[in-house]
């Protein structure tokens, strides 16, 4: 048997940042993973660079039933704050677009400094550890039968993160420790993720793949302006994967191909003018061709902008300005970046990440039902409800 004053499961963003905050309130923490190896994910993350955070972070940057819950959490431990531990590790990094930041050189740099503060704080991290069992003691404790045996704490935390990537380990264990508490869990899905084609669209449009242009994605009210990636299966590229965790199957998309001008205006413009080109090569100094061919009928791409009616006009700036897709669905958690839904929130202290009904015990990370935008948001929330808990464990 082994006694801890926390147990902390999962060893990845979170995790490690809840030990090393509650390392340096003097607790005896051990961690555990049944993982072969710490920050698996903060390893693959941003190609390899590590997306830690982003310059502007905001409750709007998530997804929640409770869009409230994570404002506690990222005022109290903020951007700026990793920012210092990055500053502290003397972590080289730079900005890309949209005030997101990456590693100079590598995502070992973010994991390595970790580790380096939890063995600082004498956090013991045990990993390719099964955990068989899981239950509360009478007195308010915690007793776990692992494969490396018995192992015991005053708090437990939850820190095992969502179902996305299960080839990087995800599983649902976190969700099912909810459960079994009785603690509300929010149906999961995808998010972050490639959409698919339908068949018909596939059969049409799966050429276009390698394609990438700047687009504005819309479904509902929701609106992302970014790239876009034609896939053979589908559509990627940031714009798709922010609209994505949005996107409900049977929903239909609606895709600005030309955000930054007003195609109508423009093709009046070249008419006004006596502009003999056709469509096709005027439109070719925006989109590429194959694009235009694949979306476009040749009575519109042959006819010259100097004898273009209204109509035809109105026609062609529609199929390029609302392009509506109707997606089969999404590439699904095994190329997901994160995971939509998850332990209810509001079964949870937004200033501790305690369950209400369960004392001593906390959820963090991915497996709460807090999920951020694409740009560095998802690891904000881990180092921020990581932190938050770490404070009180």
Partial sequence: MDNSNVIIIGAGASGLMCAIEAGKRGRKVRVLDHANRAGKKILMSGGGRCNFTNYTVEAANYISHNPHFCKSALSRFTQWDFIDFVHRHRIPYHERLHGQLFCDDSAKDILNALLAECRQYGVVIELNCRIDKLQQTENGGFVLDTSLGERRSDSLVIASGGLSIPKMGATPFGYRVAEQFGIKVWPTRAGLVPLTWQDDDGRRLA?????????????????????????????????????????????????????????????????????????????????????????????????????????????????????TVKPNGSEGYRTAEVTVGGVDCDSLSSKTMQCLQVPGLYFIGEVVDVTGWLGGYNFQWAWASGWCAGQYV
Avoid: M
């Fill in 207 to 323: 050429p276009l793949s390698g394609i990438a242009v700047a687009c504005r994605a819309s479904c509902g009210e929701r609106t992302f302006r970014e790239n876009l990636l034609f896939t053979h299966r589908g559509l990627s590229g940031p714009a798709i994967l922010q609209i994505s965790s949005y996107w409900r199957p049977g929903e239909t998309l609606s895709i600005d191909l030309l955000p930054e001008f007003d195609l109508v205006e423009r093709l009046k413009a070249a008419r006004s003018n006596g502009n003999n080109t056709k469509l096709q090569n005027l439109l070719a100094e925006y989109l590429p061709k194959r694009l235009l061919q694949a979306l476009l009928d040749d009575n519109y791409l042959l006819a010259a902008a100097a004898n273009c009616s209204d109509k035809q006009i109105d026609a062609v700036a529609a199929r390029l300005h609302t392009w």
